[in-house]
């Protein structure tokens, strides 16, 4: 047990050499103790001292780990840009001294030190959608050139290039290569050129439409070509604006393979057109369209129409708006009578010239249309647009919207050579188009062909 002598607080006072009582300010006025554990008396032991030059010194970690703001790096201005002031600079962009492609990296230049869009427009007149296409250009053909483009090419872009670069941006290296090429032969202007690069970068994603094999992904003029043909199959079959389609499809497809499927399709409007009216009546298109993400917004026309669900009865089909219009400047739509179910579709060929009738039947399942025998569809919801105008059946390869075996209890789609076998000659309506849901994913597309 420790003794209460031995375990009194003894007060411990520093001192120097000359035994005088050392003092700090950082010392505290109270004594240290040091607490006693046996009848020993403390004896100093041996002092070592120990050079500060012997401890490698290290700096803390801390220390070393200094924030850096991010610096952009500087902008390649051209060497005979780059002892001019501010002021000079301002000056070759407002006069244009020289190429645009030379005197466009001045523009990020001028933005590093300090101004806007605004003020740039301000001080040179360049508009700030311009500076962007100027800029933008000018890294498309500095692209061209590393990518070893032919040199008569790149240079053709030398007088007023700029606009027709900057709707190649979205291409890959080698694709703007190939496009430059195009844009140059075809001498197409700036609409032409937005066209050029919406077709090949829309092209990869139409794997699976109809003919889509007939036309080549490496020439762009193939890519520019297959979406005008695209363009000629939403009209009708034979029309004016068919024909014009697959006319601008001829002169824009490069590859054999693609001007023979085009050539054919013109040589078979125009037989077409050469027939009677019973005979072109006869035929019945029905095209199946998968409504993209996005479409309703963005296109310049629509359609809205009345929806019954595939369970409803011929009565509801009846009772269904049969007129529904835009009025007044806004476009106000108007209908004949209160319904509970509408839909809106882009304003596509087959229902866009329709007076009234039109009529929509919503399926909750694709496997219920005529599909060819051993083919397998993923189970998806359509949309099947009828006419209710023309209930004669008339096409053996026509497509007729009736009820489940006469009984008035729920829909189908069935054949006109089905129906004529049956001795039918009526139905609820013509059907104009089936359309599917829209889905990120392209695959599993239905081709025409699954209508034969």
């Known amino acids: 047990m420790f003794s209460p002598a031995l375990n009194a607080h003894k007060p411990l006072f520093l001192s120097n050499s000359n035994n005088k009582p050392f003092s700090s300010p950082f010392l505290t006025q109270q004594p240290l103790f040091f607490l006693r554990l046996s009848k020993t008396h403390f004896k100093p032991t041996t002092t070592l001292s120990v050079s500060a030059t012997l401890i490698p010194s290290s700096p803390s970690p801390s220390i070393q780990q200094h924030y850096q703001p991010y610096k952009p790096p500087p902008s390649p201005i051209p060497s005979q840009y780059k002892s001019l002031d501010t002021p000079s600079r301002l000056e070759i962009l407002s006069n244009r001294l020289g190429l645009w492609y030379e005197y466009a990296p001045l523009i990020p230049s001028l933005f590093q030190e300090g101004l806007t869009p605004s003020s740039l427009e301000e001080a040179t007149g360049i508009s700030g959608v311009e500076q962007n296409r100027l800029v933008v250009g000018a890294k498309v053909r500095d692209s061209l050139v590393q990518s070893n483009t032919d040199p008569e090419i790149v240079a053709s872009f030398d007088l007023g290039g700029a606009e027709l670069l900057y709707e190649i941006r979205l291409l890959s290296a080698s694709q703007r290569a190939a496009a430059s090429r195009y844009i140059v032969l ?74 023979s499927l085009v050539l054919k399709e013109l040589e078979e409007g125009g037989e077409r057109k050469e027939r009677e009216d019973g005979e072109i009546a006869d035929g019945v298109p029905v095209p199946v369209v998968r409504l993209k993400i996005g479409e309703v917004a963005e296109a310049t026309s629509v359609v809205v129409l009345p929806v019954c669900r595939s369970e409803d009865g011929e009565r509801k089909i009846l009772e269904a708006p049969w007129e529904c219009r835009g009025q007044g400047e806004f476009g106000v739509v108007v209908a004949e009578k209160g319904w509970e179910r509408w839909v809106v579709l882009p304003g596509w060929e087959p229902v866009l010239g329709l007076g009234g009738g039109a009529v929509v039947v919503a399926f909750p399942d694709a496997r219920v249309l005529p599909w060819k025998a051993n083919r397998w569809y993923r189970e998806e919801s359509i949309l099947v647009v009828a006419d209710r105008g023309r209930k004669e059946v008339k096409a053996d390869d026509g497509f007729y919207l009736v009820t489940l075996d006469g009984t008035g209890g729920g829909f189908k789609v069935e054949r006109g050579s089905d129906l004529k076998e049956r001795n039918v000659v009526e139905c609820l309506g013509t059907v104009l188009m089936v359309v599917r849901p829209p889905r990120y994913d392209t695959d599993d597309q239905m081709n025409d062909e699954d209508w034969n």
């Open 186 to 259: 075809s001498k197409l202007d700036a609409k032409g050129a937005q066209d050029l690069a919406r077709a090949m970068k829309d092209f990869p994603r139409r794997r699976g439409d109809k003919f889509w094999e007939n036309f080549d992904y490496t020439l762009p003029g193939d890519c520019l070509s297959f979406m005008y043909y695209r363009q000629s199959r939403e009209h009708k079959k034979p029309s004016e604006s068919r024909a014009n389609a697959l006319q601008m499809a001829l002169e824009a497809a490069e590859s054999e393979k693609a001007k």
